[in-house]
DNA sequence: GATTTTTTTGAACGAATGTTCAAGTAGCGT
DNA sequence: ACGCTACTTGAACATTCGTTCAAAAAAATC
């Protein structure tokens, strides 16, 4: 089997994305990936590159993946801010424990990694950068139908959420406290529909 | 210099823990640390057992200086609520770059490590536990000192805290933004001192 | 069906990993 | 002064690391 028909590149992508998820960037060893992606160095290699090529190939499909749900699962929808809500909290709290890591992956790999990873520390940056954007597109949609008051700063709210989250997620992982961060998620929403004046 | 002398324990810790909060645990080699300690492999192994051993310590030293920075700073103080909020926004936002990362050590760590390392992931969930404690009781004294309201739930207050750490410095370390984040320290203190009803 | 083109294979590379240990060395008690 | 003890040293160990590449294999082209 060689020549145009070799792999599902989707597949491959979504295996890789695993084991990087679970194990991060530095731990996840070739070795383990070319058994996960039952794929041999050489394969890999003309494929993808380096596996620092790879990880950044996954970041990108992993937040790529995100923004996707976003559109189709948010801004598709007639209730933005409740569909977002909704969201929100089935992908912090996960309820079957089928994902690799309660972290967010980029968050994990910007704690992860220091300066001597700067190629792959600025791509997390921006990938982080682009969610917030969604996080505003998603604010202004919910403004727009009403659900939001006219008054509210979308940008700030969009900082305050990609703050928030990742909190959660780590203290998520921390605690497996399920119950503090569904308030908190009920409790942040609540702030921003009806706020302190 | 063999017997007895030896070397200065608390400054060998001390480089330790500059390297392991920069590099990571897995991103630390003992080839490092035996550079930064100014060690060789024999007198490291002999004094710490192994790297996991080692970090281990590093991690509980690390606690332990926030534990007593938090006492001297700010539970001997005539005004707990205020010297706290001045300590975490030094040590959050961090004048001086001297840091080795801006993330939270255990935080850190955290995210970093999956299962595979349920040793240290156990420590680092009892530490966090701990510091969490020390931050209620922070809120107690408050409460005490008429600078908190009567109802405040502390556990509640100390754990939305930790969890909004956590994210300002991953928040902090992914866009250095320092001004969003001291706008929410200052947030989230004026939502203690005077909470909605 | 022979040739070309593209991919897969898996052994192999040098470097780096965590760790060990025999040998060396320096301060202690006597 | 001299062994005794305790610590340090640095070479060496067996693995594992990320990566390469010549050879094999399989579709595509003619």
Redesign the interface.
Known sequence: MANVSKFDRADVLEKATQLFW???Y??TSTRELQSALDMRPGSIYAAFGSKADLFATVLNHYAQALTEQLNTQVMNNANALQAFQQLLHDLVLCPNNTRP?E?CML??T?????E?HSEILSL??TL??QVEARFADVFTKAKEQGNLPAGTDVV?AA??L???????R??L???R?TQ?VEQ?IEQLFQQLTHP?H
């Open positions: 679970e194990r991060g530095i731990g890591s972290m968050a994990k910007l704690a992860e990694l220091d001597s997390v940056r982080l950068n700030a900082k305050t990609q703050i928030s989250i990742i909190g959660w780590s203290y992982k921390a605690t406290d503090v908190q302190i």
